[in-house]
């Protein structure tokens, strides 16, 4: 008996074996992307660990080094964050109609809480009880952002090495924290940088590749 396969672009990860395809796609990325925005308060940066867990750990939609990428991209775009990452995801499994219902998954949630809430949010905002939930839920997103920053950091060290690492580390903090420039800008730099470093690797590891062919060949 055949099994309908989810359609991928080139080079993307196969689908978990055994996990139902077609339709029940469109309900896995809405239930992702609606806990995500139900849970992911405080903004942007704080549902990114949440859509991470959901795309890499649970689901193996994508693999973490096109998560950090897409997210270094998502930077320097304009717009939410997270409704950026939302629709590339629901894109790279179900093209655009699974875009739409990846976005609509996460806003929604927000956008009927806003409406519903809004007669006494003026309330909510100067009750004791609210302050100290959020108050308590500010840790917590610090430590979600900083075990994503650190695995991030940890591969990017691997990657690079360690000295070049905490390098690139160093001057990332200069630009963005001492000198101020504009986040986007550092990351299209550094992209740029990845693209010249990697391809002038490839270069010196094939010169390096063809001389030892030619001495190997003249010591025969």
Known sequence: METT?????????????????GLNDYGQIAWAMLKT?????????????????????????????????????????????????AAYLGYRRKGWLGAVVS?????MPSAIAMIALLSVVQYLSGSAVIQGMI???????????????????????????KWMGIGMFAVAF?????????????????LAYGAVHFKAA???????SKKRVRSEGGGE
């Open 202 to 208: 490839g270069w010196v590891a094939k010169r390096k």
């Open 135 to 161: 108050a308590a839920v500010i840790p917590v997103i610090a430590v979600m952002l900083g075990v994503m920053a650190y695995e991030f950091a940890n591969r990017a060290v691997k990657g690079l090495g």
């Open 5 to 21: 396969t989810t359609r991928l672009e080139p080079g993307a990860p196969p689908p978990q074996t055994g996990r139902p395809s």
């Open 37 to 85: 925005g139900v849970l992911g308060y405080g903004g942007g940066p704080s549902v990114i660990p949440l859509i991470r867990y959901e795309a890499v750990t649970r689901y193996h939609w994508i693999e973490d080094d096109e998560f950090a990428e897409i997210l270094a991209l998502a930077n320097a775009l304009p717009g939410p964050i997270a409704t950026k990452m």
């Open 174 to 190: 200069l630009l963005l924290q001492i000198i101020n420039i504009q986040d986007a800008i550092v990351i299209v730099a550094f």
């Open 103 to 107: 976005v609509l998954s996460h806003v």
